[in-house]
């Protein structure tokens, strides 16, 4: 038992060595401190210490306590401690949809299939684009903020909904996911608590954990974060960021109402938390839903969004929105991680594509032919028990609730050996609380053997499948 103590507060040093939170040369907690900390024995955490230092990890110098001898690699970022566990594992499902050959059906993902996209507009602004385009935009770095023409763009587009910002406030990025990750150079460091939704997209939760902060989730309702608890832990915790999705929540398909969005601002204006609004699907919905970036102003919310599910997750474009003071140093850092913004073709090829009128009428057609293909996949999910958790505006994702005792680990499991790639609910839940649910991509549910393998994953399931509500009422 004392030997047990003893490894564990080895492990708890290693850990802060591993993550940096004790760097080389840092002198570590004194004795008595650490005692109280982990609530063992000084004597434990002296035999702790001596054998750090006899593993050569720590150094001690006598009349000044022990020290950080040398690093230890870090921890490998996966949560999946076991192949069991990896189809709940955010980065193994990112993996399975990226590197899976063209056969392979992706339910599971969280693009559009390539024929639903605008390839023939791009092809267009291709040709444009070369014809147009000085040798410097075929071989230089773009400009600091990335293109100018595109940025002006946005901050024109950003005007109509009521966001008054100039292209100044507007920084191009080479994605939504490069977005964030600046955004989290500049505002955090290792051990800082950051909240999220739970569930919330995964990728969120691989990059998070890249940056070994604390993840604490806020669960979700049909009307968005619950805003007693986001208030209640942005006072207890002292996060410093909260990272959310408002047009169309991926992957509930809820709607943030402005009730709950005025909530959020005030317990973050109160706690000093920034806010990240991902809108990456907000050209999905029908009508603009409430954001927290236009009620807050940019005050305390950056805006990010890119254009890789409505345009095209090839051409590598995306974009933040913030007060200039922090689009400066995120500039600088994008300068100092990838030397520049966005490609200029890439950028270029983007605003080709938005200014033309044909981009309109092509989201029109998309957001049409979205609605019937989540009727017809949530009517046949229906059929076998599944239950949507709140009916979608738009988009293409499916919050559904396994039938009986099903696992949809099990079933992601199960339907992958059959070459169909699932996303189930605790890769998106930070509490792993989850595992009834299961994300469907209803765009990407006519692929061949996607229903099949759906169907026989379910009988091999534990637990028998529960009857509709309506078949276990009893008979009136």
Request: proline share 7%; hydrophobic share 45%.
């Amino acid at each position: 038992m004392a030997g047990q103590r003893t490894e564990a507060v080895m492990e708890a040093v290693r850990e802060q060595i591993a993550v940096r939170k004790l760097p080389v040369g840092d002198r570590l907690p004194s004795i008595r401190a650490l005692a109280t900390r982990l609530s063992v024995s000084p004597s434990t955490v002296v035999e702790a210490y001596e054998r750090l230092v006899a593993e050569g990890v720590v150094r001690a110098r006598p009349g000044s306590g022990f020290f950080v001898a040398r690093g230890i690699a870090p921890p490998p970022l996966s949560v999946a401690r076991s192949d069991a566990e990896r189809a709940i594992d955010p980065f193994w499902v990112s993996r399975q949809s990226l590197d899976a050959d063209a056969q392979v059906a992706k339910p599971g993902c969280g693009w559009l299939p390539a024929d639903w996209m605008p390839t023939d507009a791009l092809r267009r602004a291709m040709r444009r684009a070369a014809r147009a385009a000085d040798d410097a935009m075929l071989t230089d770095y773009g400009v600091s903020r990335g293109h100018a023409p595109l940025r002006r763009l946005l901050a024109r587009q950003f005007a109509a909904e009521g966001l008054d910002v100039g292209p100044d406030a507007i920084l191009l990025t080479s994605s939504g996911t490069q977005a964030l990750d600046l955004i989290c150079r500049l505002l955090l460091k290792p051990g800082d608590t950051v909240l999220v939704d739970d569930p919330c997209y995964f990728n969120f939760r691989a990059l998070l954990s890249a940056h070994r902060v604390d993840v604490v989730g806020i669960p979700m309702t049909p009307a968005g974060p619950d805003a007693a608890v986001f208030a209640e832990r942005a006072a207890r915790l002292r996060p410093r960021l909260y990272v959310t999705n408002s047009a169309i929540h991926n992957p509930t398909g809820a709607t943030l109402s402005p009730t709950v969005a005025h909530r959020v601002l005030a317990a973050a204006a109160a706690h000093d938390v920034a806010i990240v609004e991902d809108e990456i699907f907000a050209d999905f919905e029908p009508e603009p839903s409430a954001r927290l970036a236009l009620l807050d102003g940019l005050e305390r919310v950056l805006r990010i969004g890119s254009f890789s599910k409505t345009l095209s997750a090839s051409v590598r474009c995306g974009f933040i929105a913030a007060r200039p003071e922090w689009i400066e140093t995120l500039a600088d850092l994008q300068i100092a991680t990838q030397f520049g913004a966005a490609s200029p073709l890439s950028a270029g090829l983007v605003h080709e594509v938005l200014a033309d009128g044909g981009y309109r009428r092509h989201m029109e057609s998309v957001r049409g032919r979205l609605a019937k293909a989540r009727r017809d996949a949530a009517r046949r999910l229906d059929d076998l028990g599944f239950r949507l958790w709140t009916e979608p505006r738009g988009g293409f994702g499916l919050w559904c609730e396994m039938p009986g005792a099903a696992s949809a680990a099990e079933l992601a499991r199960s339907c992958a050996g059959r070459g169909v790639v699932l996303a189930p609910g605790d890769v998106f839940s930070s509490s792993g609380t989850a595992g009834s649910m299961m994300r469907f991509n209803a765009a990407q549910m006519a692929a061949p053997g996607v229903w099949d393998a759906i169907e026989r994953g379910l009988a091999r399931s534990a637990g028998p499948l529960s009857p509709p509500p309506e078949a276990s009422a009893s008979p009136r």
